[in-house]
DNA sequence: CGTTACGTTGAAAGGGTTCAATCCCTGTGG
DNA sequence: CCACAGGGATTGAACCCTTTCAACGTAACG
């Protein structure tokens, strides 16, 4: 609660996201005008709707603290999950084609996030082409992940699935420096299921497999890794999210 | 032959393709500047790379006619096939954050590209704000593109996902013009399985079973709809690609 | 303290894969 | 011009992983 207060206060400079979020490789003064545009309100509630499939597009969001996800609905009312994201992502990219928005994000719990309306930042952009690469750069770590997902999709079955999704959400909090081996995950099983195509009794006969197998716990919201080296090669592939190729040297 | 002689002579402005692709809604001028760094070489012949995954970032290419299939590799060796591209589609999106192609790219016939060398690119942007947006926009659709493939892997069996990659190529055939119920389709039915997450023997089986039905044929590399409502129905919700979303207008 | 939605566990069923054999088309070389 | 090679396509039968259906347990919230 105090986290999310003080977030809600604090500016880009002050801001321990820098190195993941928007303003990565900005100066001082540069990250100052982002600053300036950017727009902090209070946190989201848990299962808020930042905004919805079919709402006018008028900003990208970057998180603060949280967690949401970002989903929609087949014709026949079945969820689809399209990915979630944590402090540093930024939500709202679908959106930049059609004007209006395609998809849904969620707050999985109490979450902040900043407002980066959109004119302005592209006026800003021009004046800024680090920054106008900044929201590139952002788009084409979308396209790839969505690429990886769909690499999980079709070539993973259920236990690598769910191998590989801890780990990479243990990636990605290592990288932002949060401890990585024992963490708090606010997603339900059920959308981890509808997020990596199985159903939640699949997801929940592999979690009971990987904790009898002492590799991993995932019980109420608290995740334990046990056994990393064991939960990285059951993953197969070492999976690449946004903030964690260690392949490519995202610039 | 001559057709693609023709491709790899015209400039931007005489393009046929000039509501498809990158010019959409630029200005005479504007698009006269954007022609001015466009590269043109001869037709790349069937099976050879336009890029490979690896290689240094420095262009997009448009293509101006032919196919093309993004794909790379598992760790384990396995094709993974990210989507087909026709003419006026882009590739080469996935490299912007890394300054390094994620992927490869490879004609599947004879193919002739325009290559927009990205820094001119960018700077030509600064200048045209439109430019600037549509590139976003070419991103942001293939963002959204990926998710509907997503979709696709987990929410449809194996009929549903044949009838709906036959009838999305149908409708971007429709959307550039050209016959759509009776079209050359130069893609391996091997490369259709993987690119829908199944097997060749599947994809072999429904294809048969299509072809029985009187719903569509595709023998050779010719595809034939004879059922054009059928096979809507069959692939369940309409597809909705880069090119030919009816729910949302494009900008 | 009841209601509701999520999670767990078991048994049965099914869709797609796997494996293997055969066919077919294309391109190549004698 | 024909024979042969090689990769793709087809077809059949057995198998297996995941789903489905159903029942029960459990945590959160008013």
Same mark, same amino acid.
């Given at each position: 609660m105090a986290e999310v207060k003080t977030a809600f206060n604090a500016s880009c400079l002050n801001c321990g996201l820098q190195k993941i979020c928007f303003p990565t490789?900005?100066? !001082?003064? #540069?990250?100052?005008?982002?600053?300036h545009i950017v727009q902090r309100k209070p946190p989201l509630q848990k299962n808020q709707l930042l905004f919805a499939a079919g709402d006018p597009f008028k900003s990208l969001y970057a998180i603060r603290a949280g967690v949401m996800k970002v989903f929609?609905?087949?014709?026949?009312? #079945?969820?689809?999950?399209?990915?979630?994201?944590?402090p540093g992502d930024v939500v709202g990219v679908d959106a930049l084609a059609g004007k209006? $928005?395609?998809?849904?994000?969620?707050?999985?719990?109490a979450t902040s996030v900043c407002t980066l309306p959109f004119d302005?930042?592209?006026d800003l952009s021009r004046e800024i082409p680090h920054l106008n690469k900044q929201v590139f750069s952002?788009?084409?770590? #979308?396209?790839?992940?969505? !690429?990886?997902?769909?690499?999980?999709?079709?070539?993973k079955n259920a236990d690598q699935?769910? =191998? %590989?999704?801890?780990?990479?959400?243990?990636?990605r909090f290592k990288n932002?420096?949060? $401890?990585?081996?024992?963490?708090?995950?606010?997603?339900?099983?059920?959308?981890?299921a509808i997020y990596l195509g199985l159903t939640p009794e699949t997801v929940s006969r592999i979690l009971a497999k990987l904790h009898q197998d002492d590799i991993v716990t995932w019980k109420?919201?608290?995740? %334990?890794? $046990?056994? #990393?080296? =064991?939960?990285?090669?059951?993953?197969?592939?070492?999976?690449c999210d946004s903030n964690s190729c260690s392949k490519v040297v995202w610039l």
């Open positions: 490789g900005l100066s !001082r003064a #540069e990250m100052d005008s982002l600053d929609s609905f087949t014709d026949g009312g #079945e969820e689809i999950i399209h990915g979630f994201y944590l209006v $928005h395609m998809f849904s994000a969620m707050a999985l719990d302005e930042l592209s952002i788009l084409s770590k #979308e396209v790839v992940d969505g !690429r990886l997902h769909s690499e999980l999709l079709t070539k699935r769910i =191998a %590989q999704f801890l780990w990479s959400m243990a990636e932002r420096g949060y $401890h990585y081996l024992e963490f708090r995950l606010s997603i339900l099983h059920r959308d981890v109420k919201k608290e995740v %334990q890794i $046990h056994n #990393e080296e =064991a939960l990285r090669t059951l993953a197969g592939t070492h999976y």
